[in-house]
């Protein structure tokens, strides 16, 4: 009974110390074993020769000046009306010869138009009535003072009363203010003459219309033996492009970093890669009210004449400039509510990084935190290094 015993107390043992064993690998490889989080955040070792390094590219982080706030906005470039002007008829009449085309540039002063206009024989007869006026009021006030003179004399002399020297001086008086009231009236004429661009005293001239500013013809609402008698109405219209506007419509909530001076970038449709500058001359008084923006206009030179009105682009607008680190867009990798790249260590050699990003400004994403400059850093494949 006793060997029985013996037997049955070495084969729990036994049993005990096997389990025992067992319970401590279990352990040991629990422990051994990397949790989930942290085999996110492992570095990762590629061998030598493996494949995937040849499609790694990695390049240091740089420093860059950078917005921190930026404004974009649809924009659309308009005339400047202050160089703009519409051609109107001077006076009534039929238009004899139309001078120029669609699209001539013309130059101040240059011939639009003729027109023949009954104004011009009124125009005429009212200069030579002044002109007549003129000279029949001075051979009157050259009688006057000779009546005066004689007539002092003859009183000196005793030989006439002092009232008829006083006639005569009011009678000089009178006709100098008549002098005076026709030569008004010959200049007014002239004048008229001259802003119809009419020679003196010439009856049967036309009327040229001229451009009053250098520029294109854009528009032409009038053919030769047409008449007009409405001199409200717009023949043409003549535009300077050698500046226009650029007009973008901004958020309510971005106008605080917009002000009157300001230079502003453009990029247009018509011109892809390209940006140009433009300075902020107005900015609206008042929020549309049905959109929540407000207008804000911009002037730029235009000598070449590529901005056209209507083209339509985009403005940006950069504020809170500061010197960031900055990668490529394809550094960084977004999920999780988190940003990281991946940092090369030594070659072939990765680890993840997380790291604080601002907007990207074009093709580059600005580090707020994670990377200094000289960090070399995965720029394109680094999913490569994040799959399994």
């Known amino acids: 009974m006793k060997r029985s015993a013996w037997f049955s107390v070495a084969i729990g043992f036994c049993l005990l110390n096997s389990c025992g064993r067992e319970k401590a690998k279990i352990v040991e490889a629990t422990q051994s074993r990397p949790s989930s989080a942290k085999s996110e955040t492992a570095q990762v070792i590629l061998a030598p020769d493996s494949p995937k390094l040849k499609r790694i590219r990695v390049e240091p982080v740089r420093l860059a000046e950078v917005p921190l706030d930026e404004v974009v906005a649809p924009g659309k470039i308009e005339i400047n009306t202050n160089r703009f002007s519409r051609v109107l008829m001077p006076v009534p009449g039929r238009v004899r010869q139309v001078l120029v085309r669609l699209g001539d540039a013309v130059k101040e002063g240059t011939p639009l138009l003729s027109v023949e ?50 006639s005569a001086e009011s009678l000089l008086a009178q006709a100098k203010a008549d002098l005076d009231q026709a030569q008004a009236s010959k200049s007014e004429a002239q004048r008229r003459l001259e802003i119809l661009g009419l020679k003196l005293g010439e009856f049967g001239q036309e009327v040229v219309v001229r451009a009053p500013i250098t520029g294109k013809v854009l528009e032409i609402n009038v053919a030769p033996g047409e008449y007009r008698n409405d001199t409200s109405s717009t023949l043409m219209t003549i535009a300077d492009l050698g500046t226009v506007w650029v007009v973008a419509d901004i958020p309510e909530s971005s106008i605080r970093l917009i002000t009157v001076g300001e230079r502003i970038d453009l990029e247009l449709l018509a011109y892809p890669g390209e940006s140009f500058k433009a300075r902020v001359t107005q900015i609206a008084d008042v929020v549309d009210s049905q959109t929540r923006t407000i207008r804000v206009r911009a002037e730029m030179n235009n000598p070449g004449g590529r901005f056209r009105p209507e083209m339509f682009g985009r403005i ?30 030594s070659p072939g050699t990765f680890e993840p990084v997380d790291v604080g990003v601002a907007n990207p400004y074009g093709d580059l994403i600005p580090i707020l935190k994670g990377l200094k400059k000289g960090d070399r850093v995965v720029v394109d494949g680094a999913m490569l290094l994040k799959a399994p």
């Not at 011009?120 to 009157?140: D, F, I, K, P, W």
């Not at 009688?143 to 004689?150: C, Q």
């Open 316 to 345: 940006r607008h950069l504020e809170n400039l500061r010197q960031l680190p900055v990668v490529p867009v394809g550094a960084v990798i977004q999920g999780d509510g988190h940003s990281l790249v991946y940092r090369e260590k």
């Open 117 to 166: 206009s009954p104004e011009v024989g009124s125009a005429t007869s009212a200069y030579r009535q002044a002109e007549a006026a003129v000279s029949r009021t001075q051979a009157a006030l050259v009688k006057a003072e000779a009546d005066l003179g004689r007539l002092r004399d003859l009183y000196e002399n005793r030989a006439v009363a002092k009232k008829e020297v006083l």
